[in-house]
């Protein structure tokens, strides 16, 4: 079976009872990493919305306009939709289309380039193709038309423009033949911002000039095999394999712009009102659709991550100052280059949207880490996140408070609060969680970033001088607060402040993504987790289902659970082209299945290496290379109760430490010389050389 094919046989449905659902497209995908397009169509007509992850209006302030906004779309007229069917196929990155009498292919280029080709009956009427331009939110437009080549541009500038934005979108019939009964007719579209070139509208015409639909056809295929040849996981159950291939599809599909990461709903932006501007939340959603991509060996995806943080850096600590701190500290949100989508003069906090939190840089934090962890790259940790680390370290030396040894966290708010703004926010009925002292989420994530900064700071031999206040920070920093709930000892979301809610996942991003809980925790803390873990079943939380489900894995919940509530989120919120439909956010759901999924065949981030430890033994599975933790890639198969099959790749030259007691030798595989490890029960270690495999047997 193809687990990289995904079939739509019916028109998207975006409205009910004449009600636009909310905003997450249900037509089918194609994407190269920056561009994107969305099938659609009204009362007559296909529609392809097209969008682009750095097409914004920089305009600031929360009321400001700002956000990403839609490029245009391709009007497809005198087609019958009447029979509709579209098969996907993810790992050539193509679309294959049949409407009635009519048959289209469709893929996007890696060059950003869409091309389709239209095969109709000679007898029949030919298909006309139309580009059409929004002429919303105050753009500035323009079309003309040179040697055949019709060109829209849209632009954002003026006097309530920060930073101008502009994009032209080319079109041209590039070719037509007959063939028996049949026309076939090419077009090549180009899209070009002024981000990828100060000269857009030149640079858009000649792409159309230099365009081979033949050969770009090829490059994009070459790409996504590529892709997906750099990891993969076979499993019984195929439908989650294919959401598992299709969901690393769509993020790859909005990760490769380097300048402009993916916001809240990536590259299928179907219009110029979507929701919170589309843009970077950071306390989880911003973070989410990375929590993957580095267990699935595919660390490239974090290229563009870190652009924005960057950027904000002179803001960052304007903020912290706020708060009487050096380092860095982040609002709840912004957007790429340092958009202001977070000034709100009537907020009680500074005119800065906030919402009570002071953890959203250390959230950031958390996806630097994992590529930290997992590559143990020096050099690119040095020239792209290791400065933003060290300085929301800074920021929390000094807002920690030290009280009778232990470091504690004050006035900052487990969840958001948002009415923190405005006449009719009253404080007194928030003083709880404006109090807050010891939220269960930032004492995860500050223990986290502690303990990076710290391992950073070594392997990079830099700040020395910190080391001996990070340890003790790292020592002493308070324990997770707890609490009886159901006659069960639970953790609670702050030691003093709000105890407890029953929607999303913070009560538990201390275990996931923060990584401060698992096997290695002791029974005692394990029992704890287990407990809050099923206070209440989070599978199908809008805001928490993907961190809920691979913190299960983390602290070993039954792994049927885990299934079924895969299974749950398929049935409830896929949509036909395989993303899902949440209220918070929209790419970030995309990440469920491949972090639980690899989180249940393999973990690493106490430092060992344990394989399918979240996994029904008679239950077949395989893997291959799935990223570790000290920058490892692993291979493993699960048959008849028996984990064979494994190899393990040295990237860094490491030591390497494996739970796994029917182990009997390591073999180094250029040579197959047998070399020596250690062994602690069923723990057993061996040193490594970067670039080899090693077989154990």
């Known amino acids: 079976m193809n687990t990289y094919f995904n079939e739509i046989k019916s028109k998207p449905v975006n409205t009910v009872d004449g009600k636009v659902l909310y905003k997450i497209p249900s037509g089918a995908l194609c994407a190269n990493g920056d561009l994107g397009v969305v099938f659609d169509n009204d009362e007559k007509d296909l529609i392809l919305h097209i969008s682009k992850c750095d097409f914004w209006r920089f305009s600031s302030g929360t009321q400001g306009g700002g956000g990403i906004k839609a490029v245009g779309n391709i009007r497809i007229s005198n087609i019958d939709l009447s029979e509709y069917n579209i098969k996907q196929y993810f790992d050539k990155g193509l679309l294959e289309c049949t409407f009635c009498n009519t048959e289209m292919e469709f893929f996007v280029a890696p060059e950003n380039l869409i091309y389709f080709e239209i095969r109709t009956p000679v007898s029949s009427l030919s298909p006309s193709v139309k580009i059409e331009i929004p002429n919303t939110c105050d753009s500035i437009n323009s079309h003309e038309k040179e040697n055949d080549i019709d060109c829209h541009t849209r632009k954002f500038e003026g006097e309530k423009i920060d930073l101008e934005s502009a994009v032209t979108v080319c079109c041209k019939k590039t070719e037509t033949k007959e063939s028996g009964r049949f026309r076939i007719t090419r077009y090549c579209v180009s899209v070009v911002t002024n981000f990828d070139d100060s000269n857009y509208k030149k640079k858009a015409l000649d792409m159309i000039a230099h365009s081979n639909y033949d050969s770009d056809k090829t490059k994009t295929q070459e790409k996504w095999e590529k892709f997906f040849s750099a990891s993969k996981v076979t499993l019984e159950d195929k439908e989650i394999e294919k959401f598992y291939n299709s969901s690393l599809y769509h993020l790859a599909g909005c990760m490769g712009n380097r300048e402009f990461p993916p916001g809240l709903f990536g590259n299928f932006i179907t219009d110029d009102f979507f929701p919170w501007a589309g843009d970077y939340h950071m306390n989880y959603n911003y973070e989410a659709p990375y929590y993957c991509i580095f267990s699935s060996n595919h660390p490239e995806l974090f290229d563009g991550y870190?652009?924005?943080?960057?950027?904000?850096?002179?803001?960052?600590?304007?903020?912290?100052?706020?708060?009487?701190?050096?380092?860095?500290a982040l609002p709840v949100s912004f957007g790429p280059k340092a958009l202001d989508v977070y000034s709100q003069p009537d907020c009680k906090e500074h005119g800065v949207l906030f919402l009570g939190q002071k953890s959203h840089a250390a959230y950031a934090c958390v996806i630097p880490i994992m590529h930290w962890f997992s590559t143990y790259d020096k050099k690119y940790a040095?020239?792209?996140?290791?400065?933003?680390?060290?300085?929301?370290a800074e920021f929390w030396e000094e807002y920690l408070v030290k009280e009778k040894g232990r470091y504690v966290i004050k006035n900052d708010a487990a969840h958001e609060i948002p009415y923190y703004r405005g006449k009719e926010f009253r404080y007194i009925t928030h003083k709880g969680q404006i109090e807050t002292v010891n939220a269960i989420n930032s004492l995860g994530l500050v223990k986290l970033l502690f303990n990076a900064v710290y391992d950073m700071a070594k392997e990079l031999d830099l700040n020395k001088e910190k080391y001996s206040l990070w340890e003790d920070i790292i020592e002493n920093l308070s324990d997770f607060p707890t609490f009886i709930k159901r006659g069960k000892k639970c953790f609670r979301y702050s030691k003093r402040g709000i105890r407890w809610r029953n929607e999303n996942t913070v009560g538990l991003q201390h275990i996931y993504p923060a990584s401060q809980i698992g096997f290695d925790s002791g029974e005692k803390l394990l029992k704890i987790a287990r407990n809050t873990y099923f206070i209440n079943d989070r599978r199908l939380d809008d805001n928490g289902s993907n961190s809920y489900l691979p913190a299960g894995a983390r602290i070993g919940v039954d792994p049927h659970f885990l299934i079924e509530g895969i299974h749950q989120n398929i049935k409830e919120f896929a949509q036909p082209n395989r993303l899902f439909r949440h209220h918070g956010g929209g790419i970030e759901h995309l990440t469920t299945i491949p972090a639980t999924i690899n989180e249940m065949l393999l973990q690493s981030h106490e430092g060992i290496i344990r394989l399918f430890p979240c996994w029904d033994k008679k239950i077949s599975a395989s893997f291959e290379n799935l990223r570790a933790d000290g920058a490892f890639l692993v291979s493993a198969e699960l048959k008849n109760e028996q984990i064979s099959s494994v190899k393990i790749k040295s990237l860094n030259g490491r030591k390497c430490t494996v739970e796994n007691s029917n182990i009997k030798s390591v073999i180094r595989a250029s040579d197959?010389?047998?070399?020596?490890?250690?062994?602690?029960?069923?723990i057993i270690s061996f040193e490594t050389q970067a670039d080899i495999e090693y077989i154990l047997i």
């Open 306 to 328: 870190m652009a924005p943080l960057n950027a904000m850096s002179k803001e960052a600590k304007r903020f912290a100052k706020m708060f009487g701190c050096k380092g860095y």
């Open 382 to 392: 040095l020239e792209n996140y290791y400065d933003f680390i060290f300085n929301t």
């Open 672 to 682: 197959k010389k047998e070399i020596h490890y250690t062994s602690d029960g069923n």
